[in-house]
């Protein structure tokens, strides 16, 4: 059903933990797969993208004792997976299946993976070639799913040059190399988020970095990997619209607190504090890579997104071009041509929205320009289905000058399922307290 969101100026206050790091969440579900015993997770997120991880460990045979803020899971180790039965749906989820598919490569029985109707028309011949190299059969449907993986004799180690900077793909072949006969080396065009190996390191497996990439040991006996307990810090991803508004908001002085600081997941934070917005990210000593992020209001200035920087803030680039819509100047964004083939096309779901609301932007092959500031009409607007989308236009709401109306909001339960509840707070004039 639509949505109605009506302007609002209020500041942001307070302290904000946002929902718990889903990438973070979905490794440490499809990881519990790998180790005999059980694997803690304190604080993952429960939305419908890690519930669809959640599947596809349970169709190996791994207990979930699901509680409030922890979850247990019991593997029975990969020697011992259950005996595929029928296709498991990865929803919405390219996460799930591209791991999954990587995970599913150790099985010497066929398995089948399917998902709806935007993962249905995601690239997955991205993951299903390099793994074909290392000798797993792998089918794909033109291209796309439902895929199914096994091995059905030895996998070879791979050295792979990424055509494309994927911590999806990089995960799916770190998995698919914990079996191979040698060692493997993978390496990456750009940097992109390294959850898959500091927390596999984390279970036993030796990851090592090499000058132009990782190098992963295989695994001689599933015995070697040990079960883990992950903490799951909140996610950059979902605390950047929060530091949006309140880049946005004048009077605005928010702390985003846990959340995951590695700099491979804050590149939009550090956009930020280029476009002039206050932004502090101080990370707790010893923590490893968790820490408070505060924002506050300044005016805005425009500044460029190129292809080394994306990868830092892959799912923040619609944010990016909000922002830059109330920026003095030109904003130019290049070398985000993955952004069409995300949940939805963001380039084009992007630009047509903003467009739609005032905004004066551009459609590259590769990326938008935008040229700021515009005032942000009101409008009817569409999300194609997409959490992000429908977060990010819920931001260029608070700043609009008439309603804007979301055609479907519901898709925020991916990721954030409860976002318009704490949306409404803050419009109802409350200081965050988290
Ligand atoms: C993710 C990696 C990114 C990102 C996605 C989550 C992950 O995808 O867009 O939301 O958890 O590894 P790519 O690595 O394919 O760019």
Redesign the pocket.
């Known amino acids: 059903m639509a949505m109605e969101l009506r302007p609002c100026r209020l500041p942001l206050t307070g302290t904000l933990r946002p929902p718990s790091d ?2 973070i969440t ?2 440490a579900i499809l990881f519990s797969a790998l180790a005999m015993g059980s694997t803690r997770i304190v604080r993952p997120l429960v939305a419908q993208d890690t519930l669809s991880s959640r599947r596809v460990v349970e169709s190996l045979g791994v207990k979930v004792d699901a509680g409030r803020d922890e979850w247990v899971l019991s593997s029975p180790g990969p020697d011992h997976w259950l005996m595929p039965s029928q296709a498991i749906d990865c929803g919405n989820s ?2 799930t299946i ?2 999954a598919m990587g995970l599913f490569s150790l099985s010497r029985e066929p398995r089948t993976l399917t998902g709806d109707a935007s993962l249905s028309k995601r690239p997955m011949e991205r993951v299903a070639q390099p793994l074909r190299e290392m000798g797993i059969r792998v089918e794909t449907t033109r291209g796309y799913p439902p895929v199914t993986v096994h091995h059905d004799g030895a996998i070879r180690g791979i050295t792979y040059d990424m055509p494309l ?7 799916a072949l770190i998995l698919a190399a914990l079996k191979g006969l040698e060692p493997s080396e993978i390496r990456e065009p750009y940097p ?2 390294d ?2 190996e500091r927390m596999l390191r984390q279970m036993g497996i030796e990851i090592s970095q090499t000058q132009r990439g990782i190098r992963v040991e295989p695994v001689t006996q599933w015995q070697q990997v040990r079960p883990a307990e992950f903490q799951v810090p909140g996610d950059p ?1 979902s605390a950047a619209f929060w530091a949006a508004l309140a880049g946005l908001l004048p009077g605005s002085h928010l702390v985003l607190r846990e959340v995951s600081v590695s700099a491979r997941r804050t590149g939009f934070f550090r956009h930020l504090q280029q476009m002039g917005v206050h932004v502090d990210i101080a990370d707790f000593p010893g923590e490893g890579q968790i820490g408070n992020i505060a924002v506050g209001y300044r005016q805005l200035r425009a500044t460029t997104v190129d292809a080394a920087q994306v ?1 830092d803030m ?2 923040e680039v619609p944010l990016v071009a909000l922002m830059a819509s109330q920026a003095a100047g030109e904003t130019i964004i290049t070398g985000a041509k ?1 952004l069409r083939v ?1 949940e939805t096309d963001r380039i084009r779901a992007t630009v047509e929205n903003l467009r739609t609301l005032g905004v004066d932007i551009e459609e590259r092959p590769d990326g938008m320009i935008v040229r700021g500031p515009t005032p942000i009409r009101g409008g009817r607007v569409k999300t194609f289905g997409d959490h992000r989308m429908a977060m990010m236009l819920a931001v260029a709401a608070a700043v609009a000058q008439e309603p804007v109306i979301l055609d479907d909001p519901d898709s925020v339960g991916i990721s954030y399922p409860a976002f318009f509840e704490r949306y409404r707070f803050w419009q109802q004039g409350q200081t965050f307290r988290d």
Do not use: I, M, N, Y
């Open positions: 889903k990438s979905h490794r390219g996460t591209r791991l900077a994927s911590a999806q793909v990089k995960s992109t988020r959850h898959t991803s990868p892959v799912d993955e995300k």
